[in-house]
């Protein structure tokens, strides 16, 4: 139950801060969006068979914290995106992600028997849902509390005029923005909204690397390989 949470609060929380972060600061359109995660998404459905077969070969205990260390690097290299870093650059780190967070999500599933399996699954989805829910709210909380407190700094160091600051606050926080706005306001806004993705994914980063050691300590059992 820990493993499902840990891994969809992980899982989650990339995927909406790339999300925001294509959409809000590189502007990309939803198409464009779509694409780029689907190196996220189509390796982490990949995976799923590979990883049944690995977990039943070697336990545990290995793909676990490999599969959260894994996370964690490819999530702290994802911290370092910026405004003008090209697709080219993160497409891997993204392929990464969704690997390790499938070897993850799959072996809760392979720990019983096939007669068990579909209540294995109700189970481990209920706290995959405690996941989703606590990555969406806690960092979308946390990216919301970290632009309001960057987004000052940034608009002097683009020299932006104090009296636009308040406009420039107000479309930010509203979501709203008729996309007219100067180059400089534009950069800083990014600027701002780029350091509160960064803080999330170092928060997931921390989060999924804390998960492997105990991962690597507390699990004991080995997969049930079942009948032939």
């Known amino acids: 139950m820990f493993v499902a949470a840990v891994s969809l609060f992980g899982f989650t929380g990339v995927s909406i801060l790339s999300v925001l972060f294509h959409k809000r600061v590189q502007r990309l359109s939803a198409l464009d969006v779509g694409g780029r995660l689907l190196a996220l998404f189509g390796t982490y459905v990949v995976v799923a068979y590979a990883a049944g077969r690995l977990i ?9 914290t490999l599969g959260f260390v894994l996370g964690a690097a490819a999530t702290a290299g994802l911290a370092t995106m910026g405004p003008g870093t090209p697709y080219s650059h993160v497409w891997w780190l993204y392929a990464l992600f969704g690997a390790a967070s499938r070897m993850v999500a ?6 019983v028997s096939h007669e068990r399996a579909g209540m294995a699954s109700g189970a481990v989805n209920a706290f995959r849902q405690v996941g989703t ?3 969406s709210s806690l960092l979308g909380a946390l990216l919301a509390g970290r632009l309001p407190s960057q987004l000052p700094d940034r608009l002097e160091a683009h020299g932006v005029p104090r009296a636009a600051w308040p406009a420039v606050e107000h479309a930010v926080f509203s979501g709203r923005s008729d996309g007219a706005a100067p180059p ?5 806004v990014g600027d701002a909204f780029t350091f509160g993705v960064h803080t999330g994914m170092a928060v997931i980063a921390v989060v999924l690397l804390c998960a492997a050691p105990a991962s690597a300590l507390l699990v004991r059992n080995r997969p049930r390989l079942g009948a032939a």
Do not use: E, K, M, W
């Not at 039943?56 to 676990?64: D, Q």
């Not at 400089?184 to 800083?188: F, G, K, Q, S, Y």
């Open 56 to 64: 039943r070969r070697t336990g545990f205990i290995l793909p676990l």
């Open 106 to 111: 799959t072996a809760a599933l392979v720990s």
């Open 133 to 135: 829910v606590t990555g």
């Open 184 to 188: 400089n306001v534009t950069a800083a």
